[in-house]
């Protein structure tokens, strides 16, 4: 199948250039946000553990949220969802304006875990919406230019970020940040967005929870799609903590400026992140050996990563993160893809919400560990980082015997 170019797809597809458009607003200036709030509890607290709980109720609540999300997304309109949530976050991260005193950071972690929840209504349906609005040549490109955008938004995002909370404050920030889901919205709105078959409203709630359940159903009856749902939690299950690793690397690196270090950092991650999906559709085109690649790219990225850790930090850490993260981000798009492609527009909602579940879950338990592990005095930084990247290298072994295989058996017969 002929996929159709970057430019074609933003030219002749109204509707998905107006989503994507959305998207650049609003990616931008949570990444603002995020380091605004890692600079915020540092200044406040202090702490590598309170740190780490700001990564948990970025993803926790998420988790917790999802399954009912996924629902949401399947069962009402996709449309009025994204912009019902982006309204709401442009009002909760005001609430941030608020946090001045060591004493209210949980005030900080309520509204961040408010922020989050109401992602986790936006995600499933803007991942679930996309093949609604492209044709089958469209769609990995699509895709690919989604995961793209997120990842460069995350490199320049990151690296203003630093720069902005150092020039304007954090409070400048978060009000940027509320601007830009007010642009989001906006875009959203004058969007077309067809939807296929809902969930049917019976009013009882045992068969509301049926419902969500068969995200999960699905995934253990049809193993096709099961497995390509764990693909992002293997990566996670120590990339998540490597990711948290990061904004401690960026202040050890620049202790001077560690706005600035924790921005660099996080740029590179993102610059990496874009790089992988764009080189992925490029140089990876037969779909049959995407579980291949996406197991390889786990087993790289943590190399990279265990490198990373060996070595005295310098600038060329930069390079080692950028490595790393461009086979994170080519694992994201082809796994998102063929999760697309496998199911069905009535379940993919709940299949979506299901996967950032595990993934969330994941991440969380690795951030948990590593926070504490440092906290604790257990393990320094460079240690932390090599434990961590030795785990992502067996997750990725794992994958690769546990799932290629099998993805060569169902490549024979379909």
Not at 260 to 269: C, D, E, P
């Amino acid at each position: 199948m002929s996929e159709v170019g970057y430019r074609s797809l933003l030219r002749s597809n109204v509707h998905f250039r107006r989503l994507w458009m959305g998207d650049i607003a609003s990616m931008l200036g949570d990444w603002f946000n995020t380091i605004a709030l890692y600079t915020v509890v540092t200044r406040l607290t202090g702490s590598p553990f309170a740190l780490g709980m700001i990564f948990i109720t970025k993803m926790l609540p998420f988790a917790l949220a999802s399954p009912l999300a996924g629902w949401i997304a399947d069962r009402y309109n996709r449309r009025r969802l994204m912009i019902g949530a982006d309204l709401l976050r442009a009002l909760v991260v005001l609430g941030f304006l608020l946090v001045n005193e060591a004493s209210q950071v949980g005030l900080l972690y309520l509204l961040a875990a408010l922020q989050v929840i109401l992602g986790a209504v936006f995600i499933p349906a803007r991942s679930a919406s996309i093949p609604n609005i492209t044709t089958e040549k469209e769609l990995l490109t699509a895709n690919a230019l989604a995961a793209a955008t997120w990842s460069s938004l995350l490199a320049l995002g990151a690296a203003l970020g630093g720069f902005a909370v150092a020039a304007i404050g954090t409070d400048g920030v978060f009000v940027f940040d509320s601007l830009t889901y007010l642009f989001s919205a906006g875009c959203i709105y004058r969007a077309c967005i067809p939807q296929g078959r809902r969930v049917a409203d019976d009013g009882g709630s045992s068969q509301i929870w049926a419902q969500i359940l068969d995200g999960w159903r699905m995934m253990r009856e049809r193993s096709e799609i099961g497995r390509i749902a764990l693909t992002k939690c293997s990566w996670s299950l120590a990339g998540g903590g490597l990711v948290f690793l990061l904004t401690l690397l960026g202040e050890a690196w620049i202790p001077a400026a560690p706005s600035v270090g924790i921005g660099l950092v996080f740029a590179a991650r993102g610059l990496g992140t874009g790089i992988g999906p764009v080189a992925a559709r490029a140089l990876i085109p037969k779909e049959r050996t995407w579980p291949l690649a996406m197991g390889c790219g786990i087993v790289v990225s943590g190399l990279a990563y265990l490198t990373l850790g060996s070595l005295p930090w310098s600038l060329g850490l930069l390079a080692l993160v950028l490595l790393a993260h461009t086979f994170s981000g080519a694992n994201w798009v082809l796994s998102t893809v063929l999760l697309q492609r496998r199911t069905e527009d009535a379940f993919r909602g709940r299949v979506f919400s299901t996967e950032w579940l595990l993934v969330t879950l994941a991440d969380t338990v690795a951030i948990l560990t590593a926070s504490l592990l440092l906290e604790r005095e257990i393990l320094d930084l460079g240690g932390t980082i090599r434990v961590f990247a030795l785990a992502q290298v067996a997750a990725g072994l794992a994958y690769l015997f546990l799932v290629v295989r099998k993805e060569r058996d169902y490549s024979g017969r379909v």
